[in-house]
């Protein structure tokens, strides 16, 4: 038991006025009678002025002080200790992760609410000094509000927080928590979390946390992977997977494509499996896939009943080959699907284009052609030449990166190279790290083909000539030039497309150093500015859905982005969190702090006052 | 004129009703103690006298009257008897009524009154003298006072006097008594009309009526207010007489205590009473005379 405001006893002074008032203000009806003489005898009587005859004497100015007495002890705020948290500080994490927002029932309230619900009344009972932070997680931790002791302060911060369509990252949250313990002492925090994150977690915990688990068993059907496949050269497939938990009803998965119903199909959960739904889709346009999932039934989850996906039209691959790289060309002619620039003189010469999805060239001066993928062959790059020199021995691959999707299944052992390179005195393969040179085929005495990534850009760089090595003779050379196209084409998206989740949205090119307005599914704008190459910073896309991409109002491109996390959709949530050293279950007990009892006394105070009211009614 | 006025003007006083008087007219006082004057009356006296009344024989006496000697026994015996007689004295009836503020309340002093009258005729109807005494009357510093008179002649006077008490003083019953005393010279009944409601001493008064060879007969008339109180809420009571005031709280058993002090009080006095060879009766002002006379008064042997 202890009080807030204990300074307030003080008006227990009014005790002084309210007994003087009553004395003053009783105004006994006068009655002229014979004679006191009996009545003084009576009033004389020992029984008459007994404790309890003089306490019901003024029962009235009795009741008054008990609802002055109350009123003061409500005001003093007092409350009971119990088992409740005395910390002085105590940072409270919330989880704002996808399945936080998982209703109880149809039009019932989130996991959110409900802790919500819980922080506001453990702020609304905490005791004088008490100060708490609030700190939410889904992908990343978000400090709202520093340690203050104003309630109102903190309930403002908590109207802020708002679920997000993101998974859940403890770990972030606890980063920040024990960051924020080195300028603030504090021994316990507090988590509301419906567990719905990994149970191992790598991080040693500096303080107690109390983990008040917000759970409800409810079932919930949802799209949890969504691809697309090209499919031949007219086609893509699309593949969805769905996944349901709890005793979820049959659902209906409808495909929409611009808008307009594809397809559909029936979905009948089995256990907690996930299922495969694939549709078939033309690939002769762009288009905007939409995926809506219908279930017949309660479903906890919305936000994982939609995605999206945009597929671009199919075409063959546009790829420039120096007229000198006879192999490379010869063994390009027979892969399908691309069309080769200058085109073989067989075939009809056609406009050249502006940009290729693909440059091979053994001439620098083709590196100003416009592509977004280049493979250059037999000569050192510029920024190189203080690193790298030519080999005037015969060189042999010793080594080469087999995970890499150029040279994925290709054996390159026993080749011979006439030409390689060897590095500069002093030069080793940490200067060519640091240009971000990746060496993909290892020379004995220096790299024979250099991968460089950087924006949007790929360079492969064949350090030696093709035609000076035994490489077009090998098997490995058409599977090196199959594996080129298919990266290629990957990196043109004509091969796969992967939907976009919840975070951030994909990297987009457009105009340089332009203003772009940005209209999130939540109906708030963004602005953001293009850097030199077009690129569009970062954006973050917390909500599912689509994000458009105005310029001015003229709407220039939209994307929409979707939860597709199986984790989120299947609501499970860990009884216990195992960090380094230490297990925290999730506690049974609510994370009450103080019981705050001036309610009850104001309570009280007002029945004594009906009770007053009553008894005065009854005497008159 | 209506009925009631000319009912009243048919009487001989609105204080008692014609049936009433008619019937108090052959009552008579009934006296214990016989307290008598030497003046004659028609009660007997303890002491031989020359009324028709045998009393007893004894012996001659050298000087004794001779007509008194019983012959027919000294015929027989051949020696002389004196034959006594009963005297019969007169007995003096005082009536005290108690005229101060208290008896206003709900017509104590009214039914006071109406006794008084009662008793009065039964007095001179009796050949008694009889004199009334209003002790605590406004109007008067000393009692007002019926000087005694004998003879129903007088009974047409000591109606208007008894009618024109009004009553309101503030002196108590007992300092009443002091003043009476100072007047009233002879033996008899000193009947008491009085509520007895005050501070002083009740048995000095008694004292005093009783030193004077007065045989007491206290009538206690109390009001219904004070036989029953009720109280409802928080009072402040003011004593009509000395304006003392006094804040009573209702509530729990207040009211059983007052019934425990008022009959506690009651029996105090009778005993005072009793102990003084008198008598004692507590009516209640609601009562009515006839109820009082001969219901009470009658039974009981005050009168006969």
Redesign the interface.
Known sequence: MGFNELSKLWFLTLLIPVIIFYFLKLKRPKINISSLFLWQQVLDDKRVNSPFQRFKRHLLLLLQLLILIFLVFAATNPYFLGNMNKAKRIPIIIDISASMGALDKDGGVSRLERAKEKIKKLIDNKISGQEFAIITFSDRAQRICGFTDNACILNQALDKVKQKDLPANIEDALRMVQAISKNFQFKEAILFSDGNFPEETKFSLPFNLNFQKISNDVPNIGITALSAQRSGTESWVIFAELTSSGKTAAAVLELYHNGELLGEETYVPHSENSERISFRVPGNLESSLELRLKPDGFDALSSDNISYISLPQLRPLVIYISPTLKSIRAAMLGVANIDIFPPPSNTPSTTPPTTYDLVITDTPSHLDVETNFLFTVGFIPSDLKGTLKRETTDATIIDWEKEAPLLRHAQLGEISIMEGTEFQTGRSEKDLEKMDYQTIIFGAKGPLLLKKEWADQTTYNLLFYVSKSTLPFRIAFPIMIKNLVEEVRKKAGLSDRIASRTGILPSLILMSETEYTINTPTDSTLTEKTTQNGRLPAISAPMTGIYTILEGAKKITETGVSLLNKDESLLRGTEKIKFNELSVSASDKSAITPQSLWKYLAILALIILCLEWWFFNKRN | MNSNETKIKAQLTPLLPNNVLSRIERMRINSICRFTNRQRGEHLSGRGGTSMEFSDYRDYSPGDDLRFIDWNIYARLNRPYLKLFKVEEEMHLVIIIDAS?????EK?LDLAKQIAAAYGVMGLYGNERVSVYVVGDKNSAVPLHFPASAGRGNMRKLFRFLEKIKGGGISSIDQGVDEVMKYHRGKGVAVILS?F???GSIKRAMNALFSASLEICAIQVM?Q??LDPEL???????????D?K????S????LS??HE??DN?INKLAETTRQRSGRFMTVSSADTLSNVIFENLLRQGWVK
């Open positions: 503020n208290s008896m206003i309340f104590k509520d409601l005050t501070f009001s207010s004070e409802n809420d928080d009072s402040r009571f003011i004593d009509s007489e000395t003392l006094l804040d009573v709280t509530g729990g058993n207040l205590i007052y002090h008022k009080f």
